[in-house]
Nanobody, 124 residues
């Protein structure tokens, strides 16, 4: 089993920054790839960024490239999402996900473990 706990959400003005954290525990093999998804009201959950512990590979959806950075801290078993230049359209509940696959996947069906989510609200 893998447990994921997100933190760091909040309210920020457009142009501001937030850093989300996802603390992972449980079997290392089961969480070799981790990702952030988000879900805005009335919309489907979408992939934001992914991270692979084997080599630190990253992958981003186009709308956040150049603004968001995903990274991992092995010692703390934590994945971060640094979000800069935030826009009102970034407002959503952000979820951390994990899976044993080596390759980063952009579909939520490819992830077996999920956190409870953290709210990010960007005001205009």
């Amino acid at each position: 089993q893998v447990q994921l706990v997100e933190s760091g959400g909040g309210l920020v003005q457009a142009g501001g920054s937030l850093r989300l954290s996802c603390a992972a525990s449980g079997r290392t093999f089961s969480r070799r790839s981790m990702a952030w998804f988000r879900q805005a009201p009335g919309k489907e959950r979408e992939f934001v960024a992914g991270y692979n512990w084997n080599g630190g590979k990253t992958y981003y959806t186009d709308s956040v490239k150049g603004r968001f950075t995903i990274s991992g801290d092995n010692a703390k078993n934590t994945v971060y999402l640094q979000m800069n230049s935030l826009k009102p359209e970034d407002t959503a509940v952000y979820y951390c996900a994990a899976d044993s696959k080596l390759q980063i996947a952009a579909s939520q069906s490819d992830y077996n473990y999920w956190g409870q989510g953290t709210q990010v609200t960007v005001s205009s």
